[in-house]
């Protein structure tokens, strides 16, 4: 920990009256790239945050909200944003 209070002191430029830090973005690109990386999920790095999250959109009824956008656009809009045609639309 006492290492990461070094790296930041180093790559802060200024600090405001509320906190909020400038920091040298080029000299933390530069030292990142000395550094050993690995590849973690969002959810393993932001532990904390997600242990009490629900996922709105998935409790949603994808299909009454589609349906509501059929009511609130324009017939032409709605068609070219779900055009039946195009295979894509749902995917990630």
Do not use: C, H, Y
Not at 32 to 47: A, C, L, M, Y
Not at 52 to 57: E, I, L
């Amino acid at each position: 920990n006492n290492n990461n209070n070094n790296k930041r002191e180093k790559v802060v430029k200024a600090t405001n009256n509320d906190g909020l830090v400038t920091i040298d973005g080029d000299l933390m690109a530069k030292l990142s790239e000395t550094e050993e990386w690995e590849i973690r999920s969002i959810q393993d790095v932001f532990e904390s945050e997600t242990k009490n999250f629900k996922d709105p959109v998935a409790e949603r009824d994808v299909a009454a909200s589609i349906f509501g956008l059929q009511r609130v656009l324009k017939t032409e809009d709605f068609q070219r944003i779900f055009d039946k045609r195009n295979r894509f639309i749902g995917e990630q």
